[in-house]
């Protein structure tokens, strides 16, 4: 492992542990909220997109030295768009945020699918490479269950959950990747 992706890693953790704390308390409010598309949902509903965006520029500036960060920079603009988005389709009702949300959740699910790809060298990264997958199924769920009566948005909280968990297995995985790779350069 070179000096650039090891110094990658304990960034990644930290923003992955972050990730992980915010998804729950952010799914805990939603699923609270989510009876109806009142002003509390619609915040977090927006909320967790910009949140994204903040995560990816975060990666991305640590991830600089590492190769390309163009995938990063695309979610960034995917994430906008979804917060965008999210806030104007609320205004016509749950079927067209989870139309919006499943969009989002499969572009970026490919972008995270990519990326995870790109960095199994670095350790930990198949929690992210099967998250990135589950995300597209997710999406196309969310998309399919807009068009049937009884839509909600408890799906998305679920959806949140699992991907926190996602990203404290792999956070956990790159403390593992990070004492191995220390032991076998005699370095811990």
């Not at 998309?143 to 959950?161: C, F, K």
């Not at 220390?182 to 370095?187: H, K, P, V």
């Amino acid at each position: 492992m070179s000096t650039a992706p090891s110094a990658l890693a304990p960034s990644l953790r930290r923003l992955y542990f972050t990730r992980f704390a915010f998804a729950l308390v952010w799914a805990a409010l939603l699923i609270a909220t989510a009876s109806d598309l009142g002003p509390a949902a619609v915040t977090l509903l927006v909320l967790y997109p910009l949140f994204d965006v903040a995560a990816a520029i975060v990666d991305a500036r640590a991830a600089k030295a590492t190769g390309s960060v163009l995938a990063l920079y695309v979610n960034v603009a995917v994430s906008l768009l979804a917060a965008a988005g999210v806030a104007v389709a609320a205004a016509s009702g749950i079927p067209g945020v989870l139309r919006v949300w499943g969009s989002w959740a499969v572009v970026s699910g490919l972008v995270q699918l990519a990326v995870g790809i790109s960095r199994r060298g670095l350790g930990g990264q198949w929690p992210m490479i099967l998250s990135g997958a589950l995300s597209v199924v997710a999406g196309t769920s969310f998309i399919l269950q807009a068009g049937r009566d009884g839509a909600s948005l408890v799906t998305i909280g679920g959806y949140a959950v699992l991907g926190g968990i996602f990203f404290l297995v792999s956070a956990l995985r790159l403390g593992t990747a990070a004492r191995k790779a220390g032991l076998s350069a005699g370095t811990v």
